[in-house]
C-alpha cells in the first residue's frame, strides 16, 4: 500500500481533460516537491511534471500540475490515444527519508 | 544526449547478491544524484535507493535497509547497486534515473532501459 494515494483508474473521450489526484501527509507532499511521470507500455517512465507545476522541454502544454496542502493533480486537456499510459506522482518523505510514488493511475481515452 | 546503461540483472537465486550496475553519458554524472527505481511485473514504481552526487549522503527504502547498497565511481561515470540477501519479492525491473541536482530527491529527468532481475530457485 504507497504512501500517496492515487486513483487507479481515470478514463474520458479523446479531446477532453482529465485530472488524477495525489494525495499524502505534511511529512511528503505537504513540506515537498511533487513530480509526475507518464509510463507509456513496455517503457520506462518520462517525467511529465516537477516541483509541483513546471514542465521540462518537450512537454507539451496540455499537461500541468497543481499542488494545494497535502495534495498535488495532475491535468491532462486535449486528450489524445497516445496519452494512454500509467501516471505516476512521486516526491521526498521527510520522516521516512526516502523517497515515495503513488500506487499509480491508468488513463484509459475511450 | 543523456544515456543511462544498466547492467548485472537476470535470474538469481534466493539469498543471492548481484550487483547492479549504470553506466551514465552525456552529463557531467559527478554533478548530480542518482536513483534506483523497481518495478515488479505488472505493479506500480517502487523507490528503492538514492546517492547524492559526492556518493557521501545515501538513502534507502524501508523494504531494502540493510540488504541493499547504494555507490557510485565518478571516475567511471557508473552508479551501482549492490544487493543481498535477495528474496522472491525482490523479483523487479530495476531503473537507474538521473536527479535534477547534487542532493537526492525522488525528481527525475532521464531513465535507463530498465534490467529485470528474477529471484527464483
Known amino acids: 500500500q504507497s504512501v500517496l494515494t492515487q486513483p487507479p483508474s481515470v478514463s474520458a473521450a479523446p479531446g477532453q481533460k482529465v485530472t488524477i489526484s495525489c494525495s499524502g501527509s505534511?511529512?511528503?507532499?505537504?513540506?515537498?516537491?511533487v513530480s509526475w511521470y507518464q509510463q507509456l507500455p513496455g517503457t520506462a517512465p518520462k517525467l511529465l511534471i516537477y516541483?509541483?507545476?513546471k514542465r521540462p522541454s518537450g512537454i507539451p502544454d496540455r499537461f500541468s500540475g497543481s499542488k494545494s496542502g497535502t495534495s498535488a493533480t495532475l491535468g491532462i486537456t486535449g486528450l489524445q490515444t497516445g496519452d494512454e499510459a500509467d501516471y505516476y506522482c512521486?516526491?521526498?518523505?521527510?520522516?521516512?527519508?526516502?523517497?515515495?510514488f503513488g500506487g499509480g493511475t491508468k488513463l484509459t481515452v475511450l | 544526449e543523456v544515456q543511462l546503461l544498466e547492467s548485472g540483472g537476470g535470474l538469481v537465486q534466493p539469498g543471492g547478491s548481484p550487483r547492479l550496475s549504470c553506466a551514465a553519458s552525456?552529463?557531467?554524472?559527478?554533478?548530480?544524484?542518482m536513483n534506483w527505481v523497481r518495478q515488479a511485473p505488472g505493479k506500480g514504481l517502487e523507490w528503492v535507493s538514492g546517492?547524492?552526487?559526492?556518493?557521501?549522503?545515501?538513502f534507502y527504502a524501508d523494504s531494502v535497509k540493510g540488504r541493499f547498497t547504494i555507490s557510485r565511481d565518478n571516475s567511471k561515470n557508473t552508479v551501482y547497486l549492490q544487493m543481498n540477501s535477495l528474496r522472491a519479492e525482490d523479483t523487479a525491473i530495476y531503473y537507474c534515473?538521473?536527479?535534477?541536482?547534487?542532493?537526492?530527491?525522488?525528481?527525475?529527468?532521464?531513465w535507463g532501459q530498465g534490467t529485470l532481475v528474477t529471484v527464483s530457485s
Open positions: 534515473a538521473k536527479g535534477f541536482k547534487g542532493s537526492v530527491t525522488t525528481k527525475s529527468d532521464y
Open positions: 552525456g552529463f557531467t554524472f559527478s554533478s548530480y544524484a
Open positions: 546517492i547524492s552526487s559526492s556518493g557521501g549522503s545515501t
Open positions: 505534511s511529512s511528503n507532499i505537504g513540506n515537498n516537491y
Open positions: 516541483d509541483n507545476d
Open positions: 512521486g516526491t521526498w518523505d521527510s520522516s521516512l527519508s526516502a523517497g515515495i
